[in-house]
C-alpha cells in the first residue's frame, strides 16, 4: 500500500513538473511575441539577424507564403 502512494506522489510531481515547462515555455512565448509587436526592436531583432544569416530571409518568406493558403482555408472553415 505504501509502495501504491509512493507512486502516485511521483506521478503528481511529474505531472507538476511537466506543467511548470508547459506554462515557462508559453510565458516566454507570450513575452517575445509582445516584445515583437514593438516596431523598434522587431526592426533591431531583424537587423541582427541579417547580420548573423544573411541567407535567412528568402526561405522565411518563401515558408510564410506557402502557409497562407492553409491559413486562409482555415479561416473560411472555421467561419463555417
Not at 523598434?40 to 537587423?47: F, P, S
Request: aromatic share 4%; proline share 5%; charged share 25%.
Amino acid at each position: 500500500m505504501d509502495n501504491h502512494h509512493e507512486l502516485a506522489e511521483l506521478e503528481k510531481a511529474e505531472a507538476r513538473d511537466i506543467l511548470y515547462v508547459a506554462g515557462g515555455a508559453a510565458l516566454i512565448l507570450l513575452g517575445a511575441g509582445l516584445a515583437m509587436a514593438n516596431p523598434g526592436i522587431r526592426k533591431t531583432v531583424k537587423a541582427a539577424l541579417m547580420a548573423v544569416a544573411p541567407d535567412l530571409e528568402a526561405p522565411l518568406k518563401a515558408g510564410v507564403r506557402g502557409m497562407m493558403p492553409d491559413f486562409e482555408r482555415y479561416l473560411k472553415m472555421k467561419g463555417m
